[in-house]
């Protein structure tokens, strides 16, 4: 049978969701394949929807596993593992599913949430926000965020070699007080796509770049990798839908 | 001359504010000394308005410190040391101020909040809120809490075992969606007295304590140590004033 889990993570205390090659680099997979297998009592491998890099969050990341039978019901098995769990990771829930369901193949729409905070240096958000502490132009950055909508290919704001057509729903921007949340949704997201593309409106935001710029970054004829990159502490995976 | 300094500090990765005996044991207090004592290239004592206890948290701390001479502006020295210092401490000002100020005798009033969340358990707030997850009678803590303002000797809500007379101004309990927020304000608080009060006050919201029960707690003549103690991530120091 195949279970689908829920969890979230604070991602600031692992090397990233994927199972590092380094055995002292902790990592949310190995965590969570740990314990499923220690209370199911048979080595569990993790599908996930995709990988979060070091220090990303997620709100809502979603795996499944495949075992072969279950003697205890799933409510028990959640309660379970996260009393075995580290504090960083909760599941939330695990349920049944079909066996055609998979973690990573069957997304249909990915949710990412960036944070920036523009008040006075707080020690509270380090782990949680972008402190930048500096004007931004909200409606610069929102007029810019309209270029990457749609179907592109994001060659110059990944760090992949291949397969970096996307498409991207919707990038919402909006400030309260001294925040500013980014909100982006689309079909999937490319390694530090997201973290690229906030790196690139900040960069407009602070007049630093101009608009103009970003047809140019998405023309599939021009190598140009952009060099900004938003650090990962803001970063949650906020949603994934199916 | 005489300088005072405000800061912040995320007491998660703290042993406390004071200087511990044991070398490889944080202290906010000890990173402060180390970095104002290399920028003014003179041995720096502080004295703060109080300490805080491991884990423990300050969105507004208070210390003094003397100086032979300044020179440098103020506003060099507090980003000289903001640049220096470890990421969990924030100076927010440092400022001349009279011979006779003392950052713990001049105190006039402090202020600490204790955060607790209610909701599904969240890796985010583990270190700086105490994460309850069950029903509690807001009412009837708001009731229990007037038992404790005004001037009582303290003695089995703290663990000092001399002068704990002290005076509560007010107790405020606000509940806003999950969360719930204690304010004390008071002209002192002993150690763990905030933390013993609030595990009583929970105790009560839990309906595992009578109300009736506080006027023998705060008896002077009875010595019965009461055994709650609310954990000390969800305790800030939230404002010293003089």
Known sequence: MRLKIIFCYDGSEFYGYQVQTKEDERSVQLELE???????????????????????????????????????????????????????????????????????????????????????????????????????????????????????????????DDDFVRKIYEISIEKRENWVYLDFSGNGFRRYMVRMIVGTLVEIGLNRLSINKIPYYLNECINDRISYKAPAEGLYLYDVIY
């Not at 369901?101 to 509270?124: C, D, M, N």
């Open 34 to 160: 740990k314990i499923l297998s220690k209370i199911l009592n048979t080595e569990i491998k993790l599908v996930a929807s995709g990988r979060t890099d070091r220090g990303v969050h997620a709100l809502k990341q979603v795996a499944h596993f495949d075992v072969q039978q279950l003697k205890m019901d799933l409510g028990r098995l959640t309660h379970s593992v996260n009393c075995l769990l580290p504090e960083d990771i909760h599941v939330k829930t695990i349920e049944n599913v079909e066996d055609s369901f998979h973690a990573r193949f069957s997304v249909k729409e990915k949710k990412y949430r960036y944070q920036i905070y523009l008040g006075e240096y707080s020690p509270f958000f380090r782990k949680f926000a972008w402190q930048l502490r500096k004007e931004l132009d909200i409606e610069k950055m929102k007029e810019a965020a309209k270029y990457f909508v749609g179907k592109h290919s994001f060659h110059n704001f990944c760090s992949n």
